[in-house]
């Protein structure tokens, strides 16, 4: 029920935020004007090549979420912050990170489950998650999905600040937040730039695909301080 209410409350807010900027885009001089033009004059403007419209609805409409000219927008931000960022020297994005929720997993969050549980009046449900119950667990966090959200940028925010930047040499990020049941209810993706880009230019000066792999090893034992000493066989 608070899963199908976060979504009602979510939808109603994006359908008059849509009409508030719909009557905008209506209204204005700036785009259609006053005397907006009829469904057969946008027919013979269109059918003569005059694209201004189609042009103007597909600028305005970036502001609308979720719309393939949202998603457009965001990509050319992206492509202006990689662009950005080589133009001042720092080099192509070095990294592709992916934080996934998890979050039937985490201790802290039961503990927030099984508080909203106490205040929902659901005092079985509170302390089967107290108890561990791995499926009362997995019904709590589809109740309560703002509350994971929230709890899970917080850690991505401070794991990201604390640990990632200081340990890969992160330099600068841009993510973005997805939802896909496959990989919980929130996840989050990431491309970073390293301080220390010097051994790009060992992977491109690299010439063979046997010593692309050697340049990676090496930057992965002595940045990372990741090994792979495994003793396996020939075959």
Not at 136 to 148: A, E, G, I, S
Not at 174 to 185: C, K, L, S, T
Request: charged share 25%.
């Amino acid at each position: 029920m608070t899963n199908f209410f976060s979504l009602f409350v979510f939808n109603t807010i994006q359908r008059h935020e849509n009409n508030r900027e719909g009557n905008y885009f209506f209204h204005s001089d700036k785009f259609i004007g006053k005397d907006p033009p009829t469904i057969e004059e946008l027919k013979n403007q269109i059918a003569n090549g005059d694209e201004r419209y189609i042009q103007m609805l597909r600028y305005y409409s970036r502001n609308i979420k979720g719309s393939d000219n949202y998603w457009r927008a965001r990509t050319e931000e992206l492509e202006s912050w990689v662009n950005h960022h080589i133009a001042r020297g720092r080099g192509p994005p070095t990294f592709f990170i992916t934080f996934s929720c998890a979050e039937n997993w985490w201790p802290d969050l039961r503990r927030l489950m099984a508080q909203l549980e106490d205040q929902a009046g659901n005092m079985q449900a509170a302390q089967e998650l107290r108890n561990g119950d791995f499926k009362t667990m997995q019904r709590t966090v589809k109740k309560y999905p703002l509350f994971v959200n929230d709890f899970f940028m917080k850690r991505a925010n401070c794991f990201m600040k604390t640990v990632v930047k200081e340990a890969m040499g992160i330099e600068h990020y841009w993510g973005r937040v997805e939802f896909a049941p496959g990989r919980g209810q929130i996840h989050l993706h990431i491309i970073a730039l390293a301080k220390d880009r010097a051994y790009l230019d060992d992977f491109y000066r690299a010439k063979t695909l046997g010593e692309k792999p050697i340049v990676l090893e090496k930057y992965a034992k002595e940045h990372l301080d990741m090994t792979a000493d495994v003793n396996i066989g020939n075959d």
